[in-house]
C-alpha cells in the first residue's frame, strides 16, 4: 500500500516531468542559459535540446548526452540559417541568436569530448562519420559482433563496403532486413541500396522487385511499369515477382 509520502512523490514526480518548457527553465535556469528563448525561430529545435539537458541532468549518461549531442545539431542547424536573419523589431534578437550559436559549437565540442572514450557502437559510428579514423577501425573490429545486430548498424558497416565488396554489402543489407521486428519502421536507405545494387549487379528482376517494395514504401523511385519495361519482363515474369514482392513486404 502506497503511503501519503509516497503517493505525494509519485505525483510530484508526473508534475515534475510533465512541466511547461518555460517553469522548466525557471526552475533550471542552466540548461536554458545561452539559448535564444522568447524567439520564434528554432522552438521545436530549442524545446527538444532543452528537455534533453534536463534528461541529461537526471541521467547523465553516454546514451542520453549522445541524444543532447543530436539535439545541439538540430538546434545548430535550424540557428546557423536564423542567425542570418535581420529581426524587424528587437535587433538585440539577432546578437542573442549569434551568442546562442557560438555557445551550442561549444557544447558540441565539450560533448564530443566527454563521448570520446564511449564503446557505444552507434557513438563510435557517429565518431566515425565525423572524420575520426581510430572509430572506424574500432568500429570495423565489431563486424560479427553482437553489438552491431541491429538494422541501421548493419547498413552503416554495409556503408564502408560498397565500394569494396558488392557482394558481402548486399549480405550485409539483406541482414539488416532480417533484423527488424514486427511493425518496426524500415530504415528506406536500405531498400534504395538493394534496389540500386540489384541493378548494377545486373540481377535485374530483384531490381524489379525492390522497386515495387520501395513503391509500396511512398519512395521516390521509377514506376514499376517503367522498370517492367526497362527490364523486358513478361507478364507472366511480372505477376510471378509482384506475388514475390508482396510477400517480402
Known amino acids: ?28 535556469p542552466d540548461i536554458c542559459t545561452e539559448l535564444n528563448v522568447n524567439d520564434g525561430q528554432c522552438r521545436i529545435q530549442r524545446t527538444a535540446l532543452i528537455w534533453q539537458r534536463y534528461d541529461v541532468l537526471k541521467n547523465p549518461t553516454v546514451q542520453e548526452k549522445f ?115 514486427k511493425n518496426e519502421v524500415v530504415n528506406q536507405e536500405i531498400i534504395k541500396s538493394l534496389a540500386t545494387l540489384s541493378q548494377q549487379k545486373e540481377k535485374l528482376q530483384e531490381a524489379y522487385i525492390w522497386v515495387l517494395i520501395a513503391n509500396d514504401m511512398n519512395m521516390p523511385v521509377a514506376k514499376s511499369q517503367k522498370i517492367a519495361n526497362l527490364f523486358s519482363l513478361t507478364e507472366d515474369e511480372q505477376n510471378r515477382l509482384n506475388k514475390k514482392a508482396a510477400h517480402i513486404i
Open 1 to 28: 500500500m502506497l503511503t501519503g509520502l509516497s503517493v505525494g512523490l509519485l505525483l510530484s514526480g508526473c508534475f515534475e516531468r510533465h512541466r511547461t518548457t518555460d517553469s522548466l527553465c525557471e526552475s533550471y
Open 67 to 181: 541524444k543532447e549531442l543530436k539535439d545541439t545539431q538540430n538546434y545548430i542547424f535550424c540557428l546557423e540559417y536564423a542567425a542570418r536573419i535581420e529581426p524587424t523589431e528587437l535587433k538585440e534578437r539577432k546578437t542573442i541568436r549569434m551568442n546562442a550559436l557560438y555557445d551550442s559549437y561549444n557544447n558540441v565540442t565539450r560533448l564530443n569530448n566527454e563521448l570520446a572514450s564511449s564503446n557505444d557502437p552507434e557513438i563510435i559510428y557517429y565518431r566515425w562519420s565525423q572524420g575520426d579514423m581510430n572509430a572506424q577501425a574500432q568500429f570495423l573490429n565489431l563486424e560479427g559482433k553482437p553489438e552491431l545486430e541491429t538494422p541501421d548498424l548493419q547498413l552503416a558497416l554495409a556503408s564502408y563496403y560498397i565500394s569494396k565488396d558488392k557482394d558481402k554489402t548486399y549480405q550485409l543489407l539483406h541482414h539488416a532486413l532480417s533484423l527488424y521486428k
